[in-house]
C-alpha cells in the first residue's frame, strides 16, 4: 500500500513534535514558517525548490 503526503503535512508533523517533545516554543515554530514564506519570495526560492524536489525524487526512487 502505498500513501501520498504533501510535505506540508510531513513538516507540519515534525513542527508539532518538536513543540511536543522537545519542548520547542510555539513561537519559534511560527517565526521559522514566516522565515521560510518569506524566503520564498527571494531569488534564493528556486534553488531551493530544485533542492526539495531532488531530494524527494531521491527519497522515493523515482528517476525520470
Excluded at 16 to 25: D, M, P, Q, S, T
Excluded at 30 to 40: D, E, I, N, R
Amino acid at each position: 500500500m502505498t500513501v501520498s503526503l504533501p510535505l506540508v503535512v510531513v513538516l507540519g508533523l515534525f513542527a508539532w513534535g518538536a513543540v511536543k517533545f522537545l519542548g520547542v516554543r510555539a513561537w519559534v515554530v511560527v517565526l521559522v514558517a514566516l522565515f521560510g514564506f518569506w524566503l520564498s519570495h527571494t531569488f534564493l526560492a528556486p534553488a531551493i525548490e530544485s533542492g526539495t524536489r531532488s531530494g524527494v525524487d531521491v527519497i522515493n526512487g523515482s528517476h525520470d
